[in-house]
Structures are given as structure tokens and as C-alpha cells.
């Protein structure tokens, strides 16, 4: 029979449990430091080392804007098929607007902007950069072709609308399309900024000009080009062909003044409806500009302003009537309010200038001739009163906005009043740099026109309002996910209030038994604008809704309170939809490339300012703006265009903060070192102090396609000066030691040790010259003890010589062993006359008598003094020997024998050294030696 096996009872103590929890608690602190590690890794190593948030070089984007698959056709799909027709008709009228105007904005106009926008081209260069570009004129020719045709396409189309002999006149007569309107006026806008561009820029005009008599030289000598004369005659046709239609300034007026009328098919000129509709857009377009005056930046861009008054021209031009003076007066009157419209970089346009180019024969109506420069002056005195303050305060409401638009707003109860109030932030975001945009830039703008100085105080505001424009941007962008998840449900909630608007209205229409042409117009104008809003709100959608609601405005039943708050709706939809379009527009910098001379001032600002350094980055942004622009240069190769504008600013940052913060901090430390000193003093009260440690901690931020930190150029610029500096004066290496460490401790530099020998590496003297002079040296030298080293008691350098037991051995490995005793005898000879000099000093008479008296003293009092003898005998001792005489130096005898015995006593040193050295010389020279093993 098997036994079985013995088995323990079950017991558990705990102790199993207790270990693992000890191993996981160590796992748990292994991966938590190593997370950590992982984190700083990570940090050190991310391209995006700074706060700067450079968009252009973002791997990954976050676009906003709404879409879908769908186009015009599909989505124009109601009962009324007439009504389809005409919104087919505007509506692709109005996106080919705005794809030409995106063609000119991307392809036309940095072309002419960047032409010799660095520096001027001299002969030879000149004409080779305008052949370069001949394409681009070629191309311009086409597109400025393609405005003129869908120009004249928009307004055949709407005089064909707005006439008798149109059946649908009837119904439409109290339609007014202001869209369209809008888009053919930003349309004519990108005419007026092609000719502003080019005329503006008069370096192109110059190199255009020598382009024109390089041709014409060629031409009288062919041969001497290896040309054909009659292809370089055709060529000089083209040129001056591309000179008219281009290049003199009149592809808005050549656009308006074309011919309109095709007669049999449409008469435009005649058109007394048309006629009355056109100004009464304009009159209308006008009345919602000059309403909303005050904000005219909040609700409208720049180019709306030059939209208007380009259809004023329009109008003016296709028909030859004066419109009434009034409105002629009121449009002329509101140049004071809006002297200056800047339209794209440093390219600007002036409503009087505009008027009186293209309606002068209105302007002489006004009476006298205003004058223009005196009014424009006159604003901007007024502009430089009230600039510092407005910029405050929009400082103070970017502030404010900013807080509120990083808060997650759960404080809210309801779900459909945070999304109200997130949609408005967001408005008031890019209404506010907007506003910000506008001031900065017409500011500029006026004084660079003007020729006006700059106040210090205004050039401070000015970069104020570049870096409150980017941190708005940068504000966008870094909540651009709680966006892209907000905005979606906010358009939802805007399209629902829409649509509740409208379904009233439509249960009105289609209660009534009797249907009209006009009616039924409006309910298809309803059915389509209810159908867009059930989707994504696409521009195709939006611009649906905005012509429909235009057919639905002039119901007699509406009131105008609804229908301005359908406007309010469409409107913040349409910026909410193009936010990142609108946002790029108004936070765009790039002016600050042709006023560059204010980028050295801005950092002498920021060095003056170490509290306000942590703008740096902001300004770096807008600095940065304008690359985009260098790469669509055609004219010259635009990387190296690029580069020499990015040397140019980097030598900037570095000679107005790098270099002066490096001199600044090793001043500093060398003020704090040598403190004790009393060196340059100075009154906190009245110099200041600065923290320049603000911009050591800063951390490093993106400029173009490099890093700027400040912390790693002042580190190198004291690890350079400190080694150079050491290498020079090697005993001035401790003091650069202690600044190094203070350094490390008041600004967090870690430099690098200078790894310099702290002493030199000669030979010291000779023993044969000390035996030589054993009488000076004896008197030079004080003897440690303790360490066997001889060290010089003072010299006239800053330095002082040492002679320890290593000297003596060289000296005896250059000598031999046979001047150990040649040394010894010759300093025991001296000895022996100094020890006769120490017994006629203590057999003298009046020490002696002196000396045994206080002998005798002690012996007999010792027991009392508890044999210690007491200072004041011994003071009265040193006092009577005085009187004995002292010398010159005021040295008595009892000093001069004090000197006498150390004398000796380094003399007895040298001896014990020479010991030493000798056995330090037999020492290392016994290594060579081999060990013989010896059998025993």
C-alpha cells in the first residue's frame, strides 16, 4: 500500500499578497518615470518647440468649412423650372466671381507684389527678371479677358432680367439681387488691385521701362543679335499690346467702358429699368455701409468699401447720367471717415483719388475742389490722438475674449446656450481682429503716404496690435478641435432658426386658394431655401439660400424686423462658414514686409522690456507671414529670395537681442563677482533694474525654418569669452569658475567647463640659482611646513612663484645627485653666519640684562602664574626694547631678530627639501630598474 504524500494544511499569512503589491508599486514607479523620461524626449526632440503656432509648416489641418459632393444642379430642384433657370443662372455667374477672384489673389497678385520687393535691379538684371515674367503677362492678358466676359455676361444677364420685354419683369420687378451685385463688385475689385498693384510699384515700372529700350536697341542693330527683324518688330508690337491693356492702369475703366449692348439681342445703355435697379442696389449696398459706419470693420471688409464705389463707377459709366448730387455728396463725404482702404500687402486706395479718376466731371459739381491731402492730414492727427487708447482698449477686450473662449463654458445649463454663446465668441474673435487689422493697417498706410514721423509711443502700439492679431489666431488654432465640434451643432442652430422663420411663411403662401406668377415664384423661393438649410451649409447651399431670401424679402406681408433678423442669420452664417478664410484675411501680416525698418525698433523694444519678451514669439509669427509670398515668385529664383530676407532678420534678432543680452548677462556676473570692489555702482531707483533672466527661460521659438533661443547663444557666447579670456590670463581662471557656477545659479546656464590646467607647467627655479642667491631667496620665500612648499611672500605680478619638492627633483635630474651636497654645505655655510648674528643679538648686554631679569621674575612666580608668563610682561618686554631704537621702516631689533630666525628656518627647510627632492628623483628613476630573482 502507497502512502500518500504528506501535505500542510492551507495557511495564508499574507505575505504573498504583501510581496506583490510591493513588485507592482515598484512596476507603477518604473513606468510613471519612464512615462516621464519619455515625455521629456519627447519634448526635446517635437519641431513645434514654442507657443508659435506656425500654420504653414502644421502636418495636419482641421478644415472647418462645410462639405459635400453636390453642385448647383442637383441642388436647384423645385416645381417652378423658370425659377431653377434664373437661380442656374446667377448662381454659377457668382461662383465663376469668386474662382477668378481666387485665381488673382493666388496667382497674380505676389507675382507683381514681390516683383524687386528687396532691393532694386540694376541695368542688365532688371531686364532679365521682366523676361522671365512675359509668361505671367500672357496668362494675365487671358484671365483679365475671362473678367471682361463674365462682367459682361452678369450685367446682360440682369438688364435682360429688369426689362419690359422679359415676362418674368412681372414678378421680379420688386426683386432686388444684391448678391449678384456683391460678387460683381469684388470681381471689379480684383481689376482695381491689379492696377493699384502694378501702378504702385514703380520698380516694376522702371524694369519695364528698360525692357521696352532693350527691345528697341535691338531692333536697330538685329544682326548684331543674331535675330530676325521682323519677328522682333512683332514682338515689340506685343509688348506695347501688353503695355495698354496692363500695364497703364485702366483694366477696371477698359472693363466698364466695354460694350454691353448686342443690338437686336439685348440693349443695355437704353435700359431705363436695368438702369433704375442698378443705382438702386448701389443706393442700397450704400445705406448698409454708411449704417454700420462705426463698425465697419465688424460686418464688412476693406473691399467692400471698393466694391461699392467700383458699381457706382459701373453704373456711372454704362449709362452717362449723373446720379442725384446728394448721393454724389454723400459718397465723397465719406472719404473722411474712410480716408484709406488697404487692399492687399502695403497696396492701398483712396475713394477721392477713385472718384476723381473715373467721375470727374461729378467732382466739379461739388463746387470747389476739396482739398484731399489737408483732410487726410487732419484725420490723421486725430488718428495719432486716439491711437495709443483705442489700441488699449481693444488689448482689453482681446483679453477678455480670450479667457472666455478658453473656459469649456459648463457652467452653462443648457446645451443650446452654450452653443449660442460659443458661436458668438467665435464672431467676436474675428471681429476683433479684424478691427485690430484695420487700424494697424490704415494707420501705416496713412503715414507712409503722408511721409509722417512715428512716435516711439505709436511704433510700441503698433507692435501691440501685430502680436494681439496673432495670438488671436494662435488662439483659433488651438482650440480648433472644441471648434470643428461646436460649430457643426451652432450652424445646425442657425439654419433651425432659419428654418422656423420660413415655415410661417410658407404655411401663409400656401393657404391661400388663388396662386399667382409672383407667388408662385415666392414658394418656390421658400421650398429651395428650406431644402438647402437640410444639409450642410457649402457655399453652393449658402449662396442658394442668399438668392432665394431674396425673392422671399419683398413680400408685402413681411415685416422688417423679420426680415433683418433673417439677414443677421445668413450673414453670421456666412462668416462662420468662411471663419478660416475671413480669420487668414484679417490676421494677415505681410504688410509688415514693405514697412520692415520697424522690425529692428520692435526688438530694441523687446530688450528694453524683459517682462514682455514672452510677446516674442507673436511678432516672430507676423515677421514670418510673407514667406508663402516669396515661394510664388516668378522673377527670380524664390529660394534665394527667401534666404536673403530670412539673413536679413536673423542678423536683426541677433545684433539688437542676442549680442547685447550676452554682453548684458557677463557684465552682470562680472558685477556681482567682483562686488567687494565697489565697480559701478548702481541706483536701482534711478537705472532700473531688468530680469534678464525672462529671456534665458524663454523658451525657443520658430522663426522661418530655424530656431531662435536666446538660452543656447548667450550659453555659447560665455563658454567662447570665459575659455579665451582663461587661455589669456590663466590666474584669472577661478574667477571665471565662480562666474560660471553664478551662471548656473542665477540665470540656469549649464556652461561648459574650460578644462585648463591650473597651473603651469615649468620647471620653477634651479637649485644652482638658489644655492647662488640663498640670501635672497630666504628672505623672498615663506616655507610651509606642512606641505614642503616654498611660496613667494609678494611680487610685482599678479601671480606668485612656488618651488615645491617637484622643481627640486627636476632640477637634480638635470643636474645629477652630486649637487645635493654641494647644495647642503653651501646653505650650512650660510647658516653658520646667520647663527653668529643670533648669538650677538642674545649676548648683547642690554638684551641679556633684560632677558635675565625676566627669567628671574618667572622663576619665582611661576607657581602663582600657573607657569604661563603673562602678556603684559611680555608687552613691557617689546616696549623697552623699542626704546633701544628702530629703524627706518620702523622695525625695532626685536623684529629684525624675528626675521633673523626665519631666515633660518627656511634656510633648514631648503635642506629638508633637497632631501626630498633627492628621494623623489631616486624614487622615479629606481622604476627602470628591473627586479632580479635570485635563486636561493
Same mark, same amino acid.
Given at each position: 500500500?502507497?502512502?500518500?504524500?504528506?501535505?500542510?494544511?492551507?495557511?495564508?499569512?499574507?505575505?504573498?499578497?504583501?510581496?506583490?503589491?510591493?513588485?507592482?508599486?515598484?512596476?507603477?514607479?518604473?513606468?510613471?518615470?519612464?512615462?516621464?523620461?519619455?515625455?521629456?524626449?519627447?519634448?526635446?526632440?517635437?519641431?513645434?518647440?514654442?507657443?508659435?503656432?506656425?500654420?504653414?509648416?502644421?502636418?495636419?489641418?482641421?478644415?472647418?468649412?462645410?462639405?459635400?459632393?453636390?453642385?448647383?444642379?442637383?441642388?436647384?430642384?423645385?416645381?417652378?423650372?423658370?425659377?431653377?433657370?434664373?437661380?442656374?443662372? =446667377?448662381? &454659377? @455667374?457668382?461662383?465663376?466671381?469668386?474662382?477668378?477672384?481666387?485665381?488673382?489673389?493666388? !496667382?497674380?497678385? #505676389? $507675382? /507683381? *507684389?514681390? =516683383?524687386? &520687393? @528687396?532691393?532694386?535691379?540694376?541695368?542688365?538684371?532688371?531686364?532679365?527678371?521682366?523676361? !522671365?515674367?512675359? #509668361? $505671367? /503677362? *500672357?496668362?494675365?492678358?487671358?484671365?483679365?479677358?475671362?473678367?471682361?466676359?463674365?462682367?459682361?455676361?452678369?450685367?446682360?444677364?440682369?438688364?435682360?432680367?429688369?426689362?419690359?420685354?422679359?415676362?418674368?419683369?412681372?414678378?421680379?420687378?420688386?426683386?432686388?439681387?444684391?448678391?449678384?451685385?456683391?460678387?460683381?463688385?469684388?470681381?471689379?475689385?480684383?481689376?482695381?488691385?491689379?492696377?493699384?498693384?502694378?501702378?504702385?510699384?514703380?520698380?516694376?515700372?522702371?524694369?519695364?521701362?528698360?525692357?521696352?529700350?532693350?527691345?528697341?536697341?535691338?531692333?536697330?542693330?538685329?544682326?548684331?543679335?543674331?535675330?530676325?527683324?521682323?519677328?522682333?518688330?512683332?514682338?515689340?508690337?506685343?509688348?506695347?499690346?501688353?503695355?495698354?491693356?496692363?500695364?497703364?492702369?485702366?483694366?477696371?475703366?477698359?472693363?466698364?467702358?466695354?460694350?454691353?449692348?448686342?443690338?437686336?439681342?439685348?440693349?443695355?445703355?437704353?435700359?431705363?429699368?436695368?438702369?433704375?435697379?442698378?443705382?438702386?442696389?448701389?443706393?442700397?449696398?450704400?445705406?448698409?455701409?454708411?449704417?454700420?459706419?462705426?463698425?465697419?470693420?465688424?460686418?464688412?471688409?476693406?473691399?467692400?468699401?471698393?466694391?461699392?464705389?467700383?458699381?457706382?463707377?459701373?453704373?456711372?459709366?454704362?449709362?452717362?447720367?449723373?446720379?442725384?448730387?446728394?448721393?454724389?455728396?454723400?459718397?465723397?463725404?465719406?472719404?473722411?471717415?474712410?480716408?484709406?482702404?488697404?487692399?492687399?500687402?502695403?497696396?492701398?486706395?483712396?475713394?477721392?483719388?477713385?472718384?476723381?479718376?473715373?467721375?470727374?466731371?461729378?467732382?466739379?459739381?461739388?463746387?470747389?475742389?476739396?482739398?484731399?491731402?489737408?483732410?487726410?492730414?487732419?484725420?490723421?492727427?486725430?488718428?495719432?490722438?486716439?491711437?495709443?487708447?483705442?489700441?488699449?482698449?481693444?488689448?482689453?477686450?482681446?483679453?477678455?475674449?480670450?479667457?472666455?473662449?478658453?473656459?469649456?463654458?459648463?457652467?452653462?445649463?443648457?446645451?443650446?446656450?452654450?452653443?449660442?454663446?460659443?458661436?458668438?465668441?467665435?464672431?467676436?474673435?474675428?471681429?476683433?481682429?479684424?478691427?485690430?487689422?484695420?487700424?494697424?493697417?490704415?494707420?501705416?498706410?496713412?503715414?507712409?503716404?503722408?511721409?509722417?514721423?512715428?512716435?516711439?509711443?505709436?511704433?510700441?502700439?503698433?507692435?501691440?496690435?501685430?502680436?494681439?492679431?496673432?495670438?488671436?489666431?494662435?488662439?483659433?488654432?488651438?482650440?480648433?478641435?472644441?471648434?470643428?465640434?461646436?460649430?457643426?451643432?451652432?450652424?445646425?442652430?442657425?439654419?433651425?432658426?432659419?428654418?422656423?422663420?420660413?415655415?410661417?411663411?410658407?404655411?401663409?403662401?400656401?393657404?391661400?386658394?388663388?396662386?399667382?406668377?409672383?407667388?408662385?415664384?415666392?414658394?418656390?423661393?421658400?421650398?429651395?431655401?428650406?431644402?438647402?438649410?437640410?444639409?450642410?451649409?457649402?457655399?453652393?447651399?449658402?449662396?442658394?439660400?442668399?438668392?432665394?431670401?431674396?425673392?422671399?424679402?419683398?413680400?408685402?406681408?413681411?415685416?422688417?424686423?423679420?426680415?433683418?433678423?433673417?439677414?443677421?442669420?445668413?450673414?453670421?452664417?456666412?462668416?462662420?462658414?468662411?471663419?478660416?478664410?475671413?480669420?487668414?484675411?484679417?490676421?494677415?501680416?505681410?504688410?509688415?514686409?514693405?514697412?520692415?525698418?520697424?522690425?529692428?525698433?520692435?526688438?530694441?523694444?523687446?530688450?528694453?522690456?524683459?517682462?514682455?519678451?514672452?510677446?516674442?514669439?507673436?511678432?516672430?509669427?507676423?515677421?514670418?507671414?510673407?514667406?508663402?509670398?516669396?515661394?510664388?515668385?516668378?522673377?527670380?529664383?524664390?529660394?534665394?529670395?527667401?534666404?536673403?530676407?530670412?539673413?536679413?532678420?536673423?542678423?536683426?534678432?541677433?545684433?539688437?537681442?542676442?549680442?547685447?543680452?550676452?554682453?548684458?548677462?557677463?557684465?552682470?556676473?562680472?558685477?556681482?563677482?567682483?562686488?567687494?570692489?565697489?565697480?559701478?555702482?548702481?541706483?536701482?531707483?534711478?537705472?532700473?533694474?531688468?530680469?534678464?533672466?525672462?529671456?534665458?527661460?524663454?523658451?525657443?521659438?520658430?522663426?522661418?525654418?530655424?530656431?531662435?533661443?536666446?538660452?543656447?547663444?548667450?550659453?555659447?557666447?560665455?563658454?567662447?569669452?570665459?575659455?579665451?579670456?582663461?587661455?589669456?590670463?590663466?590666474?584669472?581662471?577661478?574667477?571665471?569658475?565662480?562666474?560660471?557656477?553664478?551662471?548656473?545659479?542665477?540665470?540656469?546656464?549649464?556652461?561648459?567647463?574650460?578644462?585648463?590646467?591650473?597651473?603651469?607647467?615649468?620647471?620653477?627655479?634651479?637649485?644652482?640659482?638658489?644655492?647662488?642667491?640663498?640670501?635672497?631667496?630666504?628672505?623672498?620665500?615663506?616655507?610651509?611646513?606642512?606641505?614642503?612648499?616654498?611660496?613667494?611672500?609678494?611680487?610685482?605680478?599678479?601671480?606668485?612663484?612656488?618651488?615645491?619638492?617637484?622643481?627640486?627633483?627636476?632640477?637634480?635630474?638635470?643636474?645629477?645627485?652630486?649637487?645635493?651636497?654641494?647644495?647642503?654645505?653651501?646653505?650650512?655655510?650660510?647658516?653658520?653666519?646667520?647663527?653668529?648674528?643670533?648669538?650677538?643679538?642674545?649676548?648683547?648686554?642690554?638684551?641679556?640684562?633684560?632677558?635675565?631679569?625676566?627669567?628671574?621674575?618667572?622663576?619665582?612666580?611661576?607657581?602663582?602664574?600657573?607657569?604661563?608668563?603673562?602678556?603684559?610682561?611680555?608687552?613691557?618686554?617689546?616696549?623697552?626694547?623699542?626704546?633701544?631704537?628702530?629703524?627706518?621702516?620702523?622695525?625695532?631689533?626685536?623684529?629684525?631678530?624675528?626675521?633673523?630666525?626665519?631666515?633660518?628656518?627656511?634656510?633648514?627647510?631648503?635642506?629638508?627639501?633637497?632631501?626630498?627632492?633627492?628621494?623623489?628623483?631616486?624614487?622615479?628613476?629606481?622604476?627602470?630598474?628591473?627586479?632580479?630573482?635570485?635563486?636561493?
Amino acid at each position: 500500500m502507497v502512502e500518500e504524500d504528506y501535505k500542510f494544511d492551507a495557511f495564508d499569512d499574507g505575505s504573498h499578497k504583501f510581496v506583490g503589491e510591493v513588485q507592482l508599486q515598484k512596476l507603477k514607479d518604473q513606468v510613471k518615470n519612464f512615462s516621464g523620461q519619455l515625455s521629456e524626449i519627447e519634448e526635446a526632440l517635437n519641431d513645434t518647440v514654442s507657443e508659435v503656432w506656425d500654420f504653414n509648416n502644421d502636418p495636419i489641418k482641421l478644415n472647418l468649412e462645410p462639405y459635400e459632393q453636390t453642385n448647383l444642379l442637383e441642388l436647384t430642384k423645385t416645381d417652378n423650372k423658370l425659377y431653377n433657370k434664373l437661380m442656374l443662372t =446667377f448662381g &454659377s @455667374l457668382c461662383q465663376e466671381c469668386k474662382h477668378l477672384k481666387t485665381i488673382a489673389q493666388s !496667382k497674380f497678385y #505676389p $507675382v /507683381f *507684389m514681390m =516683383f524687386a &520687393s @528687396l532691393s532694386d535691379p540694376g541695368e542688365g538684371e532688371a531686364q532679365e527678371q521682366i523676361g !522671365k515674367m512675359l #509668361p $505671367v /503677362f *500672357m496668362d494675365l492678358i487671358n484671365f483679365v479677358n475671362r473678367v471682361y466676359s463674365v462682367v459682361q455676361n452678369i450685367v446682360c444677364q440682369l438688364s435682360s432680367l429688369y426689362s419690359t420685354n422679359q415676362k418674368l419683369y412681372g414678378n421680379f420687378k420688386s426683386v432686388h439681387l444684391s448678391t449678384v451685385y456683391e460678387h460683381l463688385g469684388e470681381l471689379f475689385v480684383v481689376l482695381i488691385t491689379l492696377d493699384e498693384i502694378i501702378i504702385q510699384n514703380t520698380l516694376f515700372n522702371q524694369a519695364w521701362a528698360m525692357y521696352k529700350r532693350m527691345t528697341r536697341t535691338m531692333r536697330q542693330e538685329p544682326e548684331s543679335y543674331h535675330l530676325d527683324e521682323d519677328k522682333l518688330l512683332q514682338f515689340e508690337k506685343l509688348l506695347l499690346s501688353i503695355e495698354g491693356q496692363l500695364f497703364e492702369g485702366f483694366l477696371f475703366r477698359n472693363c466698364i467702358e466695354q460694350e454691353f449692348d448686342f443690338p437686336g439681342v439685348i440693349e443695355v445703355r437704353q435700359n431705363a429699368l436695368f438702369q433704375q435697379e442698378f443705382f438702386l442696389n448701389v443706393k442700397v449696398l450704400f445705406g448698409r455701409f454708411e449704417a454700420k459706419i462705426t463698425d465697419w470693420y465688424d460686418t464688412y471688409s476693406p473691399t467692400h468699401c471698393v466694391a461699392l464705389y467700383a458699381l457706382f463707377a459701373c453704373q456711372y459709366a454704362i449709362f452717362k447720367k449723373a446720379p442725384e448730387k446728394k448721393f454724389f455728396k454723400s459718397l465723397w463725404s465719406l472719404s473722411k471717415q474712410v480716408p484709406v482702404v488697404p487692399l492687399c500687402g502695403n497696396v492701398h486706395w483712396f475713394i477721392t483719388d477713385f472718384l476723381q479718376r473715373l467721375t470727374p466731371m461729378m467732382v466739379k459739381t461739388l463746387g470747389s475742389t476739396p482739398n484731399v491731402v489737408a483732410e487726410r492730414k487732419e484725420y490723421l492727427k486725430q488718428l495719432d490722438r486716439s491711437f495709443g487708447d483705442n489700441v488699449q482698449s481693444l488689448y482689453l477686450q482681446a483679453s477678455a475674449w480670450m479667457v472666455k473662449i478658453e473656459s469649456n463654458l459648463s457652467t452653462r445649463v443648457e446645451l443650446k446656450d452654450i452653443l449660442r454663446l460659443r458661436g458668438a465668441l467665435v464672431l467676436q474673435g474675428l471681429s476683433l481682429a479684424q478691427q485690430i487689422s484695420n487700424l494697424c493697417k490704415s494707420f501705416i498706410l496713412l503715414h507712409t503716404h503722408l511721409r509722417a514721423p512715428l512716435r516711439p509711443m505709436d511704433v510700441f502700439a503698433m507692435r501691440n496690435c501685430l502680436e494681439m492679431i496673432k495670438a488671436i489666431q494662435a488662439t483659433f488654432h488651438r482650440r480648433s478641435l472644441t471648434m470643428g465640434e461646436s460649430l457643426v451643432y451652432v450652424l445646425q442652430q442657425l439654419s433651425y432658426s432659419l428654418q422656423r422663420l420660413l415655415l410661417p411663411i410658407k404655411t401663409k403662401l400656401t393657404a391661400g386658394k388663388k396662386y399667382n406668377e409672383a407667388k408662385l415664384d415666392a414658394l418656390a423661393a421658400i421650398t429651395l431655401a428650406l431644402n438647402v438649410l437640410n444639409g450642410p451649409a457649402t457655399a453652393d447651399r449658402r449662396l442658394l439660400l442668399k438668392l432665394s431670401l431674396h425673392v422671399i424679402y419683398q413680400l408685402d406681408f413681411l415685416k422688417e424686423s423679420e426680415v433683418e433678423e433673417m439677414r443677421t442669420h445668413v450673414r453670421r452664417i456666412e462668416r462662420i462658414c468662411e471663419l478660416e478664410n475671413l480669420l487668414h484675411e484679417a490676421c494677415d501680416c505681410t504688410f509688415l514686409f514693405w514697412n520692415r525698418e520697424l522690425i529692428p525698433v520692435f526688438l530694441t523694444q523687446f530688450f528694453n522690456s524683459p517682462p514682455q519678451v514672452h510677446r516674442f514669439q507673436y511678432v516672430c509669427h507676423a515677421i514670418s507671414d510673407i514667406i508663402p509670398l516669396f515661394e510664388k515668385c516668378v522673377h527670380t529664383e524664390p529660394t534665394a529670395y527667401a534666404e536673403e530676407y530670412k539673413k536679413q532678420i536673423l542678423m536683426w534678432i541677433k545684433e539688437k537681442i542676442m549680442e547685447p543680452l550676452s554682453v548684458e548677462i557677463e557684465n552682470d556676473l562680472r558685477y556681482h563677482i567682483h562686488s567687494q570692489y565697489n565697480y559701478n555702482q548702481r541706483n536701482p531707483f534711478k537705472d532700473g533694474l531688468r530680469d534678464l533672466s525672462r529671456f534665458i527661460k524663454l523658451r525657443p521659438v520658430r522663426l522661418f525654418d530655424q530656431l531662435v533661443d536666446f538660452k543656447a547663444f548667450v550659453g555659447h557666447y560665455l563658454d567662447q569669452t570665459f575659455y579665451n579670456l582663461t587661455t589669456v590670463a590663466m590666474h584669472d581662471g577661478q574667477t571665471y569658475g565662480e562666474m560660471r557656477s553664478l551662471a548656473q545659479e542665477k540665470y540656469g546656464l549649464d556652461l561648459t567647463e574650460v578644462h585648463l590646467p591650473g597651473s603651469t607647467l615649468e620647471q620653477g627655479l634651479d637649485v644652482l640659482v638658489i644655492m647662488r642667491n640663498i640670501n635672497v631667496f630666504v628672505s623672498r620665500y615663506n616655507y610651509n611646513l606642512n606641505n614642503q612648499i616654498f611660496i613667494e611672500v609678494n611680487a610685482d605680478s599678479k601671480y606668485l612663484s612656488t618651488i615645491n619638492i617637484r622643481h627640486i627633483a627636476n632640477s637634480i635630474c638635470t643636474h645629477g645627485t652630486g649637487i645635493m651636497n654641494t647644495t647642503v654645505n653651501y646653505t650650512y655655510r650660510f647658516l653658520k653666519q646667520k647663527f653668529v648674528i643670533f648669538s650677538q643679538f642674545l649676548f648683547d648686554d642690554h638684551i641679556k640684562a633684560r632677558l635675565y631679569k625676566d627669567i628671574r621674575y618667572y622663576r619665582e612666580a611661576k607657581d602663582s602664574l600657573d607657569n604661563k608668563y603673562p602678556y603684559d610682561r611680555a608687552d613691557k618686554f617689546n616696549r623697552e626694547i623699542k626704546k633701544l631704537g628702530v629703524t627706518d621702516n620702523g622695525m625695532s631689533y626685536l623684529d629684525q631678530f624675528r626675521i633673523l630666525i626665519t631666515h633660518i628656518g627656511n634656510a633648514m627647510g631648503y635642506i629638508r627639501m633637497i632631501r626630498s627632492g633627492g628621494m623623489l628623483y631616486t624614487s622615479n628613476a629606481i622604476k627602470f630598474v628591473p627586479v632580479l630573482c635570485v635563486d636561493t
